[in-house]
Antibody
């Protein structure tokens, strides 16, 4: 059973960089043709896809966040990470990591495993 | 980018009743690449339905999905107490970005 667990600071100051890591257990992050994604959800609101990475290092980002987002992978640690720069209060949200199960190479896919989520608050 | 709309925003029903949730896409969804997720307070979303009508592993058969093109439906045949939650649709099989619908909240009447 694949499990994902987010970790990182729960409080980030405005203008700084938010950094989160997702640790994958129960399977190798390098096995299979999966994408590894970040999704966020402000309190009381819907889901926003941030971006994803393939184990080759290939990435796709949401155009609305692209200029501020970097997603990377460390296959030796079975982890992938999110960096979001120049944060503001609007970036306060629960951040989820998830496995994306593709049906077509390169296309968007469905999410079959999710982390429990971690709340990140942007405040001075 | 395909935009998804869901209706109604909130559905107030009693246990044992039938719930019908709608998801409409701004353009035709490739094949039947439409998924439904359930989210309970404080929890991550859980995959319920994929390919518009296939139940994910462990999902009870009171959950069913249907539809194609631009119109999709999630039906819960008889609501159980644990089914009161928010439901999101998501299309896939297209170029990024991933998009989700805004959600339908099913609450207890």
């Amino acid at each position: 059973q694949v499990q994902l667990q987010e970790s990182g600071p729960g409080l980030v100051k405005p203008s700084q960089t938010l950094s989160l890591t997702c640790t994958v257990s129960g399977g190798s992050i390098s096995s299979g043709s999966y994408y590894w994604s970040w999704i966020r959800q402000p309190a009381g609101k819907g889901l926003e896809w941030i971006g994803r990475i393939y184990t080759s290092g290939s990435t796709n980002y949401n155009p609305s966040l692209k200029s501020r987002v970097t997603i990377s992978v460390d296959t030796s640690k079975n982890q992938f990470s999110l960096k979001l720069s120049s944060v503001t209060a609007a970036d306060t949200a629960v951040y989820y990591c998830a496995r994306e199960f593709p049906v077509i190479v390169g296309a968007t896919a469905l999410f079959d495993y999710w982390g429990q989520g971690t709340l990140v608050t942007v405040s001075s | 980018e395909i935009v998804l709309t869901q209706s109604p925003g909130t559905l107030s029903l009693s246990p044992g009743e039938r719930a019908t949730l709608s998801c409409r896409a701004s353009q035709s969804v490739r094949s039947t690449y439409l998924a439904w997720y359930q989210q309970k307070p404080g929890q991550a979303p859980r995959l319920l339905i994929y390919d518009a009508s296939s139940r994910a592993a462990g999902i009870p058969d009171r959950f069913s999905g249907s539809g194609s093109g631009t119109d999709f439906t999630l039906t819960i045949s008889r609501l159980e107490p644990e089914d009161f939650a928010v439901y999101y649709c998501q299309q896939y099989g297209s170029s990024p970005p991933v998009t989700f619908g805004p959600g339908t909240k099913v609450d207890i009447k």
